[in-house]
Nanobody, 128 residues
Framework: EVQLQASGGGLVQAGGSLRLSCAAS????????IGWFRQAPGKEREGVSC?????????YYENSVRGRFFISSDDAKNTVYLQMNRLKPEDAAVYFC????????????????????RGQGTLVTVSS
């Protein structure tokens, strides 16, 4: 059974940092890309970042987080991390991770489809 479990959310002041973790199981970790997505109340779901583990760990970022957020993977632990620095109130959302196809444009464009396995999210709250 494919499982992805996000953790690490919490309450942080603006300017602070958090590190989210996405623990994956039930599939060959290095055959897929892993993406981070977020959704705030009343807003559209948004792709945040993606790492393509088999493709030299190529990384991709949404424009508003580039330079502040950093995605990485630990193959031994089948885990992807999202280090979030200089957090802003507009970063507040439920963050979740999803398995994306290795090939194609969906990791570079950080796009999710209904058929992509995903985990339950972790809540990030940023106080101003």
């Amino acid at each position: 059974e494919v499982q992805l479990q996000a953790s690490g959310g919490g309450l942080v002041q603006a300017g602070g940092s958090l590190r989210l973790s996405c623990a994956a199981s039930g599939f060959t970790f290095d055959d897929y890309a892993i993406g981070w997505f977020r959704q705030a109340p009343g807003k559209e779901r948004e792709g945040v970042s993606c790492i393509s583990v088999p493709d030299y760990r190529s990384t991709y970022y949404e424009n508003s987080v580039r330079g502040r957020f950093f995605i990485s993977s630990d193959d031994a632990k089948n885990t992807v991390y999202l280090q979030m620095n200089r957090l802003k109130p507009e970063d507040a959302a439920v963050y979740f991770c999803a398995r994306l196809p290795r090939f194609g444009s969906r990791c570079p464009t950080i796009t999710i489809e209904d058929s992509d396995p995903r985990g339950q999210g972790t809540l990030v709250t940023v106080s101003s």
